[in-house]
């Protein structure tokens, strides 16, 4: 069974910076684009970001020309660059595939952003 775990999360001040990781136990990279989505207290999950199976990125308003995602399909991996952050970044972050389906999703990792 595929599991997708997040990690990265943490503490970190306006303006500062953070990578999340998003590693799967088995090869679902390599044929599916994949999504980072967030959710912040009292709000409903939404999605940061997407990467197509070999390019192609786009982002969410709010995010776009601070964050960047990537993947490497060969690490079974997908990340997430978030850069001059804002209180408003504070979130769990999980990733998925794009769009996303029920049982990938994980326990996701938590972004503080504050001084």
């Known amino acids: 069974q595929v599991q997708l775990v997040e990690s990265g999360g943490g503490l970190v001040q306006p303006g500062g910076s953070l990578r999340l990781s998003c590693a799967a136990s088995?090869?679902?990279?390599?044929?599916?684009?994949m999504g980072w989505y967030r959710q912040a207290p009292g709000k409903e999950r939404e999605l940061v970001a997407s990467i197509g199976i070999t390019s192609g990125a786009n982002y969410a308003d709010s995010v776009k020309g601070r964050f960047t995602i990537s993947r490497d399909n060969a690490k079974n991996t997908v990340y997430l660059q978030m850069n001059r952050m804002k209180p408003e970044d504070t979130a769990v972050y999980y990733c998925?595939?794009?769009?996303?389906?029920?049982?990938?999703w994980g326990k996701g990792t938590l972004v503080t952003v504050s001084s």
């Open positions: 998925n595939t794009y769009p996303p389906l029920t049982r990938y």
């Open positions: 088995g090869s679902i990279f390599s044929i599916n684009n």
